[in-house]
C-alpha cells in the first residue's frame, strides 16, 4: 500500500518534505515546474482555445443539413405536383452544372494555349471542338442575357424560356426528348437548302467550257438527284472546279452563298462580302477540325461525339446507328484531309453531296 501511494505521489509531481510532508510543487521548483514534472492534464491546451471554433461550426452544419432536407423535400414535391415543370427544372439545374463545368475547362484550355503559345489549329481534337461549340453556345446567349439586364425583366426572360426553349436556350437546357426534336427541327430547316445547292450547281455547270469537266458535273448532280450516294472519287476528280471561276467561294453567286450559309446555320442576311468571309473561316475551322480527328482516330470518338461530328457536317444522325456515323465519317475524312484551303467550296459542297441520300442509297 505505501508503495502504491508512493508510486502516486511522483506521478502526480508531489515532493516529500521533512518528516514526509507533502510539498507543492510551485513551492519546490517555483511558479512553474518542468514540463516533465507537471500532471498529465496539465499538459493540454487550454479547451477554451477550440471552443470557439467548434460552436460556430455546429450552427453552420446544421443549416447546411436544413437547407439540403428543404431542397429534397421541394423537388419531391415539384416531382409529384408538377411532373412536367419538374423534368424542367431537372434539366435548368444539371444544364447549369454542365455550362460552368465547361467554362472551367474552356478557361483551362485558354489559359494552356496562352502558356505554350499555342494556335487553335494545333489543339487536339476534342478541345478545338469544345472551344467551337462553346463559343457557338455563348453568342446564342447573349441575347438573352441582355434581355434579363432590367429590373424584373429576368421574369419575362424565364417565361420566354419556357415557351421558346429551342429558340432561346442552348443545348446544355434541353432535355433529351428535345434534344432529339430539336435537332430534327434545325437540320430540316438546313435541309431545305440542299436542293438549292444541288440545282445551283447544275446551273453553273453548264458554263462550263471542258466538256468532260461539264458532263462529270452534270452526271454527279443528276446522280444526287435521283436518290444516289456518290463516290468519294468522283468528287475529287472535280477538286480544281472548286478552286477558281465558277465554284470558288470568291466566284460564287451571290445566291448560292447565301444557301451555302444556310447549310453551316449561318445567317444569310448579311452583305456579300460578310457573307464570303464568314463561309471561308468556318470551313477553315471545319477542315483543321476533320484534320485533328484524322490524327485522333474516328475508332476514338465516343458514340455521342460520333453523331455530333456528324451533325455538324451535314449528316442528320440523331436517329443513325454509331456504326453508320463512324463509316460516314471516314469517307468524309477521305475527301476533306484530301483538299487544300483553296478548295474550301468543294468542303461546302460535299456536305450536301455526301448527306443527301445517305444511308437510304449507297450503291454508286
Known amino acids: 500500500m505505501a508503495l502504491l501511494l508512493l508510486c502516486w505521489r511522483c506521478r502526480s509531481g508531489v515532493r516529500l518534505g521533512p518528516g514526509g510532508a507533502p510539498v507543492p510543487a510551485a513551492s519546490f521548483y517555483g511558479a512553474f515546474p518542468p514540463p516533465d514534472l507537471r500532471p498529465h492534464w496539465a499538459l493540454r491546451p487550454p479547451a477554451y482555445q477550440f471552443s470557439a471554433k467548434a460552436n460556430s461550426k455546429k450552427p453552420l452544419s446544421a443549416l447546411v443539413s436544413k437547407v439540403k432536407y428543404m431542397n429534397e423535400k421541394y423537388k419531391k414535391y415539384l416531382e409529384r405536383t408538377f411532373p412536367r415543370f419538374y423534368q424542367l427544372y431537372s434539366s435548368f439545374l444539371k444544364g447549369f452544372k454542365i455550362f460552368f463545368s465547361e467554362a472551367k475547362e474552356i478557361r483551362r484550355i485558354k489559359g494552356n494555349m496562352s502558356r505554350k503559345n499555342i494556335k487553335f489549329h494545333q489543339l487536339p481534337y476534342r478541345e478545338m471542338e469544345r472551344l467551337r461549340q462553346f463559343r457557338r453556345d455563348v453568342i446564342k446567349a447573349i441575347p438573352v442575357g441582355i434581355l434579363s439586364l432590367p429590373p424584373f425583366a429576368n421574369y419575362l426572360v424565364l417565361l420566354l424560356m419556357y415557351l421558346f426553349p429551342r429558340q432561346l436556350l442552348i443545348r446544355h437546357f434541353w432535355t433529351s426528348k428535345q434534344q432529339a426534336e430539336f435537332l430534327d427541327t434545325y437540320h430540316n430547316m438546313r435541309k431545305e437548302a440542299y436542293t438549292e445547292v444541288v440545282d445551283g450547281l447544275m446551273q453553273l455547270s453548264h458554263s462550263l467550257a471542258d466538256q468532260q469537266l461539264r458532263k462529270q458535273m452534270l452526271d454527279l448532280c443528276k446522280k444526287v438527284q435521283e436518290g444516289f450516294h456518290p463516290d468519294i472519287k468522283d468528287l475529287k476528280a472535280a477538286r480544281t472546279l472548286f478552286v477558281g471561276h465558277p465554284f470558288g467561294i470568291q466566284r460564287l453567286r451571290v445566291q448560292q452563298v447565301k444557301v451555302l450559309s444556310r447549310v453551316l446555320f449561318l ?30 482516330g474516328v475508332g476514338e470518338l465516343s458514340d455521342e461525339e460520333a453523331q455530333a461530328a456528324c451533325y455538324i457536317r451535314g449528316l442528320n444522325s440523331v436517329h443513325l446507328s454509331p456504326l453508320l456515323c463512324r463509316l460516314w465519317l471516314t469517307q468524309w475524312l477521305t475527301l476533306s484531309c484530301s483538299l487544300k484551303d483553296s478548295e474550301a467550296s468543294l468542303l461546302a459542297h460535299g456536305m450536301v453531296l455526301l448527306s443527301t441520300n445517305f444511308p437510304s442509297s449507297s450503291k454508286g
Open 267 to 296: 445567317t444569310p442576311r448579311l452583305p456579300s462580302l460578310f457573307l464570303r468571309y464568314r463561309l471561308q473561316n468556318h470551313l477553315s475551322e471545319l477542315h483543321h477540325l476533320d484534320q485533328a480527328m484524322l490524327k485522333l
